[in-house]
T-cell receptor
Framework: AQTVTQSQPEMSVQEAETVTLSCTYD???????LFWYKQPPSRQMILVIR??????QNATENRFSVNFQKAAKSFSLKISDSQLGDTAMYFC????????????FGTGTRLKVLA | GAVVSQHPSWVICKSGTSVKIECRSL??????MFWYRQFPKQSLMLMAT?????????EQGVEKDKFLINHASLTLSTLTVTSAHPEDSSFYIC???????????????FGDGTRLSIL
């Protein structure tokens, strides 16, 4: 069975600084997808970034980028130039490319951006 | 694009009543819809997976008769909490996804959630 671990329950960062959230996972699958979702206080789940396991290149979306290390089963999220609006819970999610396509979520990291 | 609408956003009702929550994909046809439950300051817990026209697949520990899921069309799934009790109070979130052929898998798109309070 797959598991996703987020070892940082809470983090804080100064506005405009850079922060990295960690995520590790365990799987025997070779093909899969990884996602980072953001859940602000409004509780809406917002897709931040996605990574296909077969792609070696790390995904980037504006200020957000990932460091995907397939052999180490690590998928960290880097947020550059942090903004107050980045304050939220961040969830890492794993999805197989077969079967039901359901997500396995990590326990989340609460990020607070300080003014 | 890829908007998922969930209704109602907040419901308060008396113990013993049944509550229906709707999840609609507004601009795409959802092959699969998922229902989650989230307790305060915790992660999302998958309750069930539903595919249009077939019975939902429930996760271990989720009561099928308590949480009725219907996926009647490619754009609508409903979750009915039957004979709700205070312990059913929680935040319920749906998501929808479309898998368009092998090799292309869309991420799940989430509704805004429903806060259910049972008195």
């Amino acid at each position: 069975a797959q598991t996703v671990t987020q070892s940082q329950p809470e983090m804080s960062v100064q506005e405009a600084e850079t922060v990295t959230l960690s995520c590790t996972y365990d799987t025997s699958e070779n093909n899969y997808y990884l996602f980072w979702y953001k859940q602000p206080p409004s509780r809406q789940m917002i897709l931040v970034i996605r990574q296909e396991a077969y792609k070696q290149q790390n995904a980037t979306e504006n200020r957000f980028s990932v460091n995907f290390q397939k052999a180490a089963k690590s998928f960290s999220l880097k947020i550059s130039d942090s903004q107050l609006g980045d304050t939220a819970m961040y969830f890492c999610a794993f999805m197989k490319t077969s079967g039901t396509y359901k997500y396995i979520f990590g326990t989340g990291t609460r990020l607070k951006v300080l003014a | 694009g890829a908007v998922v609408s969930q209704h109602p956003s907040w419901v308060i009702c008396k113990s013993g009543t049944s509550v229906k929550i709707e999840c609609r994909s507004l601009d795409f046809q959802a092959t699969t819809m998922f229902w989650y439950r989230q307790f305060p300051k915790q992660s999302l817990m998958l309750m069930a997976t539903s595919n249009e026209g077939s019975k939902a697949t429930y996760e271990q520990g989720v009561e099928k008769d308590k949480f009725l899921i219907n996926h009647a069309s490619l754009t609508l799934s409903t979750l009915t909490v039957t004979s709700a009790h205070p312990e059913d109070s929680s935040f319920y979130i749906c998501s929808a996804s479309l898998t368009a052929g092998q090799g292309y898998i869309q991420p799940q798109h989430f509704g805004d959630g429903t806060r259910l309070s049972i008195l």
